[in-house]
């Protein structure tokens, strides 16, 4: 049931994730999601933006392993928690960062567990 509605829009609160790795990690992040159970996610190629790392290009000249993507997933808080879990284990070694935040959804049947 939603707990808010928006003209008489229903909406349903979830957890969002927004995760921004190297290029070459995206693998390791899809399969942390899909583990996780997250129905599904976006996924952004040749993300740009300055953080501890320098400034980093979007564009890539040359594959899909160089620069950043950015993953946006939405599920239940207890399927984010443990994405975010893994994460925090990737990141003792490789650089990256996420961001946690409330939301509320339209169709909240798109964002069931994958597992369920």
């Known amino acids: ?58 564009k890539t000249i040359f594959n899909d392993q160089s620069g950043l993507v950015m993953f946006l997933g939405v599920g239940e808080g207890k399927v984010i928690a443990d994405v975010a879990r893994g994460l925090s284990r990737l990141f003792e070694s490789r650089p990256g960062v996420t961001f946690l935040s409330d939301v509320q959804v339209m169709r909240s049947d798109y964002f069931a567990k994958a597992n369920a």
Do not use: N
């Open 1 to 58: 049931m939603s707990d808010t509605k928006v003209a008489d829009i229903p909406l349903y609160p979830l957890r969002k994730i927004e995760i921004v790795v190297l290029a070459e990690d995206h693998l390791l992040v899809q399969d942390l999601l899909k583990a996780a159970g997250v129905g599904g996610w976006t996924m952004i190629r040749d993300v740009a933006g300055m953080g501890h790392h320098g400034f980093h290009q979007g």
